[in-house]
Nanobody, 120 residues
Framework: QMQLVESGGGLVQAGASLRLSCIAS????????MGWFRQAPGKERESVAA????????VYADSVKGRFTISRGNGKNTVTLQMNSLKPEDTALYYC?????????????WGQGTQVTVSS
């Protein structure tokens, strides 16, 4: 099976930047889309950004457009989320995912999550 491992979370002040990374290992299919979800306490998990297997199609939640950028590494088994101008409402546990992207991300595999906390 596929394994996903996230890194890069932390505690920052509003307006700061963070860069999250995810590495896929194990049985990895080259045509998988990859994406990021987040979940804050008491709230439903939501899709933040996704990228298709070629890296040419990206989708973003309205709340992060213009601030976050998703990209894939050259080997297609890594995905990065560059987060700029962070806000307290971005505070959540961020999960890497792999699966299908057809207008929206449909995850099939999940990482364990990395915590992002933004103070005001």
């Amino acid at each position: 099976q596929m394994q996903l491992v996230e890194s890069g979370g932390g505690l920052v002040q509003a307006g700061a930047s963070l860069r999250l990374s995810c590495i896929a290992s194990g049985r990895v299919f080259s045509n998988y889309a990859m994406g990021w979800f987040r979940q804050a306490p008491g709230k439903e998990r939501e899709s933040v950004a996704a990228i298709n297997w070629t890296g040419r199609l990206t989708v973003y939640a309205d709340s992060v457009k213009g601030r976050f950028t998703i990209s894939r590494g050259n080997g297609k088994n890594t995905v990065t989320l560059q987060m700029n101008s962070l806000k307290p409402e971005d505070t959540a546990l961020y999960y890497c995912s792999a699966g299908q992207l057809v207008r929206t991300m449909v995850p099939e595999y999940w990482g364990q999550g990395t915590q992002v906390t933004v103070s005001s």
